[in-house]
């Protein structure tokens, strides 16, 4: 279970990458603006549009914890209006875990980058979750 979950998370990961869809909501480059990039990230209040933002933003460095960390805070929001059942937390703890004992001993800012987009990617995973369990009560 647990290596399916790491290979879940790890293909996930590989999708970051420099992208030229890093745009505010006016369509202007943000690119080089690391405050900017969170702000825009914090105002979007859908999850996956504030991934998908975190991502096409990435740098591969430091800086990408405060990107994620802004889209993480409104997913995590969402996460929690769709009150998600134990299991779900306890999946995504797994995932995180994965993640962390994946990276720890890794040096280099890249590393930090994609332990805080695989963490990103675990709370994607129960997110979609918990949303396809609330589309199977109706």
């Given at each position: 279970?647990?290596?399916?979950?790491?290979?879940?998370?790890?293909?996930?990961?590989?999708?970051?990458?420099?992208?030229?869809?890093?745009?505010?909501?006016?369509?202007?480059?943000?690119?080089?603006?690391?405050?900017?990039?969170?702000?825009?990230?914090?105002?979007?209040?859908?999850?996956?549009?504030?991934?998908?933002?975190?991502?096409?933003?990435?740098?591969?460095?430091?800086?990408?914890?405060?990107?994620?960390?802004?889209?993480?805070e409104v997913c995590e929001k969402k996460?929690?209006?769709?009150?998600?059942?134990?299991?779900?937390?306890?999946?995504?703890?797994?995932?995180?875990?994965?993640?962390?004992?994946?990276?720890?001993?890794?040096?280099?800012?890249?590393?930090?980058?994609?332990?805080?987009?695989?963490?990103?990617?675990?709370?994607?995973f129960v997110y979609k979750l918990s949303?396809?369990?609330?589309?199977?009560?109706?």
């Amino acid at each position: 279970m647990k290596n399916i979950l790491l290979f879940i998370l790890f293909s996930l990961t590989i999708s970051i990458s420099y992208s030229s869809d890093c745009v505010d909501s006016d369509g202007k480059d943000i690119h080089e603006d690391g405050d900017l990039i969170i702000k825009e990230i914090s105002r979007i209040k859908n999850c996956y549009r504030a991934v998908d933002l975190a991502k096409n933003c990435s740098w591969g460095a430091t800086r990408d914890v405060g990107t994620v960390i802004a889209a993480s805070e409104v997913c995590e929001k969402k996460f929690k209006k769709n009150k998600p059942s134990p299991i779900l937390h306890g999946y995504q703890q797994i995932m995180v875990n994965a993640c962390n004992n994946h990276y720890e001993n890794l040096e280099g800012t890249i590393y930090l980058s994609l332990n805080a987009y695989c963490k990103l990617d675990a709370l994607l995973f129960v997110y979609k979750l918990s949303e396809a369990a609330l589309e199977a009560e109706f």
